[in-house]
């Protein structure tokens, strides 16, 4: 069990080839960027997949466990569980391996960034400023908040600060608070463009969490700045298509081949170019069912549909402007591969599904996954005003009555908005 697990890390390890290596500079007499180290790869933050062994030991554990409880099955996902061996591993490790990514993309905001943490929760904030609201999204011992310049409160509690040097941005700049939490803060302006953004990053470091095992300053330093893109490039080989109150982008050599009602309940699109299959279905969401949305519900019917327990699977809750996806990338280089993100709004479910061989089109896989993730809602403003949670209702249920979760949460957003 330990040997497959092992090599599903290895094999993981395929997204990330060590091209250059992450080269934050800084001026003469200027202090070094806390955390930066020369020897991950610039593209680092491209591998999503972050298990740790603290990971393994628990999926492993959790599969003994659930082999256990099945031996004489009396529910649907127990047999499932009894029959699939291997899945159980599988579906633990794929929920240790989740990232986030950050999507702006409305206004003046034209930005992409990552981090390899869990989302459990989402809200929107109203800024200081007049340039937009502020996101943030809430982990199990991580806060990622992203928006126009903000943190003035550190003024107050710094431990250092700095300037630095990156391709592709300018005016950067890093501040850090060291106590028993660790935060650091960054801002900068991308090169082509007027718009000046704040992120600021709250990382545990605790290494044997397997959700969060690297403190905030090695994070924000050789995850998030090498991650930070414009979106812009999107428009070179993809166009916006609308669907009553969604919006989604196809490649400009992909034709709509048709539009369809499947099993009465499915309404689909579907697209095609050289190497290419793509199919946008929407079904109306049950407000009895558990939401389809979640990344335990979409990590499980993956594995299980698909049952290709050892090929590199990576799994990123996707936030477009405040409001979450999940986004599941099975990539082989020069073989079939896919894509699937699944999202909603208020009435729909949306799911984008792409089939295809890199070797065979004109697309390459990073360009197919930046525009499967990006999507949007007319109605953006209205959906988001919630607390966007990414756990099922028992779990928040738990979080929201925890003494301690919900609290320090909302004390550090009060204190980053400053």
């Given at each position: ?14 997204f990330t080839m060590h091209v250059s290596a992450v080269q934050i500079e800084v ?248 190497g290419i299959k793509i199919r946008v279905l929407r079904f109306q969401i049950d ?88 999507v949007d809602f007319d109605n953006v403003e209205s959906l988001r005003k919630a ?32």
């Amino acid at each position: 069990m330990l040997r497959k697990s092992i090599i599903m890390m290895a094999l993981a390890t395929a997204f990330t080839m060590h091209v250059s290596a992450v080269q934050i500079e800084v001026p003469k007499w200027q202090p070094p960027v806390p955390g930066a180290d020369a020897s991950i790869p610039a593209n680092a933050y491209e591998n999503y997949s972050h298990i740790n062994e603290k990971a393994i030991q628990e999926a492993e554990e959790f599969s003994v466990k659930v082999q256990k409880s099945v031996e004489k099955p009396k529910i649907a996902i127990e047999k499932v569980f009894k029959e699939k061996t291997g899945l159980a591993q599988a579906v633990k490790l794929g929920e240790f391996s989740e990232s986030t990514v950050i999507l702006l993309h409305e206004g003046k905001n034209n930005i992409r960034l990552s981090v390899p943490n869990i989302s459990l929760r989402g809200d929107t904030v109203e800024s200081k400023s007049s340039d937009g609201p502020l996101f943030v999204v809430r982990g199990f011992t991580s806060i990622l908040m992203v928006g126009p310049p903000h943190g003035k409160e550190f003024s107050k509690r710094m431990h250092n600060e700095g300037v630095y040097t990156y391709p592709g941005l300018e005016n950067a700049s890093w501040k850090i608070l060291k106590a028993k939490t660790h935060v650091m803060y960054t801002e900068f302006t991308p090169k082509s463009t007027n718009t000046t953004y704040g992120i600021t990053y709250l990382g545990g470091g605790d290494v044997n969490d397997p959700y969060q095992d690297k403190f905030a300053e090695v994070v924000m330093s050789n995850y998030i700045i090498p991650s930070i893109e414009p979106l812009s490039g999107l428009d070179n080989y993809s166009h916006v298509k609308h669907w009553d109150n969604f919006s989604y982008r196809i490649p400009k050599k992909a034709k709509l081949v048709s539009e369809a009602l499947e099993d009465n309940k499915y309404e689909v699109r579907t697209y095609e170019a050289s190497g290419i299959k793509i199919r946008v279905l929407r079904f109306q969401i049950d407000p009895n069912v558990v939401d389809k949305s979640l990344a335990k519900k979409q990590i499980f019917a993956f594995l299980n549909k698909y049952g290709d327990l050892e090929a590199p699977t990576q799994y990123a809750t996707v936030w477009n402007n405040g409001l979450p996806g999940f986004l599941v990338d099975r990539y082989k280089s020069n073989g079939e591969s896919y894509l699937r993100h699944f999202t909603k709004d208020s009435e729909y479910y949306y799911s984008y599904r792409i089939d295809y061989d890199e070797s065979k089109s004109s697309y390459k896989h990073k360009q197919l996954r930046d525009m499967v993730e990006y999507v949007d809602f007319d109605n953006v403003e209205s959906l988001r005003k919630a607390p966007q949670w990414r756990i099922s209702d028992s779990h928040k249920k738990k979080l929201d009555a925890d003494p301690i979760f919900n609290p320090w949460y909302m004390e550090w957003i009060k204190i980053l908005t400053q």
